[in-house]
């Protein structure tokens, strides 16, 4: 009776055969990768054989050049007859003399900056300046100009003495529109009967008024004299001379009140004497 004996042939699983084809494939990466390493190392190595022969040739070059700078340096010494201590001394004195020269010439470049600077500040300030003056050039000749309007708008009536006409004002805001054409000189007052009382460089005494007709009596006492305006009206220019060298005055009454007062202005030239002190 015979035996057969039944072989089935293996059998290899994916995975393993996965893990095989892996290894190979690293394998050959690692060869590849140390065959370009090995190139790189040898490319690496003759770059260091020549840097170093470079250096062997500029330590070379150095030793010849600071030989040649020694002779050199002692030539000079002997043609000058320094030593090299002296020859060092120069040597530092005018690197130090260089560095110095340096800095004047930084201190100089920051004082033009810082100069011109100022100067466009300067610049910008007097901008300013011409501005703001041409604003006040325009204030003045508005002003100057309402003022002449001002003045054309003032009562001319002819005085009691010249016959000519005078500019008069009727109330206060009128006489501060005189004042400012400078040419004469304003002393309110208020008056009442009976009353004797400095204005300016005269006195005024008040003898009679009456509201109901605005009409009044005055008398005007100046040089030791008295100047009698007897029954005169309201905003009439009373003129009369007075001073060493005689000036034109003027007494205008504004106003009579029912309280027996009188309320007006002196008016003198701009060049009479002042009074030591003003009473209104």
């Known amino acids: 009776m015979s035996t057969?004996?039944?072989?089935t042939p293996r059998t290899y699983s994916g995975a393993l055969l996965a893990v095989i084809a892996i290894a190979l494939l690293a394998a050959v990466g690692g060869l590849i990768w140390c065959?370009?390493?090995?190139?790189?190392?040898?490319?690496?190595?003759?770059?260091l054989a020549n840097a170093k022969q470079d250096n062997v040739k500029l330590a070379a070059d150095l030793r010849e050049t600071d030989a040649r700078l020694r002779v050199a340096t002692d030539e000079l010494s002997k043609s000058l007859g320094l030593t090299q201590?002296?020859?060092?001394?120069?040597?530092q004195e005018i690197v130090r003399r260089e560095a110095a020269e340096e800095a004047s010439t930084k201190r100089l470049e920051s004082a033009q900056q810082q100069t011109a600077q100022q100067v466009s500040a300067v610049q910008s300030d007097v901008s300013g300046v011409k501005t703001d003056v041409g604003g006040v050039k325009?204030?003045?000749?508005?002003?100057?100009?309402?003022l002449a309007a001002a003045v054309a708008q003032l009562t001319q009536v002819k005085g009691d003495l010249t016959n000519t006409n005078s500019v008069i004002a009727r109330n206060h805001d009128e006489l501060v529109t005189l004042e400012h054409k400078g040419d004469r000189t304003y002393y309110e007052f208020t008056l009442a009967k009976g009353q004797r009382k400095p204005v300016g460089t005269i006195s005024l005494e008040l003898k009679k008024a009456d509201s109901k007709k605005n009409r009044?009596?005055?008398d005007v006492l100046a040089d030791d004299k008295t100047y009698e305006k007897k029954d005169r009206n309201v905003n009439e220019p009373l003129q009369f001379y007075a001073g060493k060298e005689p000036m034109l005055f003027e007494v205008v009454v504004n106003a009579v009140s029912a309280k027996n007062t009188v309320t007006g202005y002196l008016s003198v030239p701009k060049n009479a004497p002042a009074p030591a002190s003003t009473a209104q």
Do not use: M
């Not at 057969?4 to 072989?7: D, T, W």
């Not at 325009?138 to 309402?146: G, L, N």
């Open 35 to 47: 065959a370009t390493l090995g190139s790189k190392t040898s490319s690496l190595q003759a770059e």
């Open 4 to 7: 057969e004996v039944e072989q």
């Open 138 to 146: 325009t204030d003045v000749a508005k002003t100057q100009s309402d």
């Open 85 to 91: 201590k002296q020859l060092d001394d120069r040597a």
């Open 216 to 218: 009044f009596t005055l």
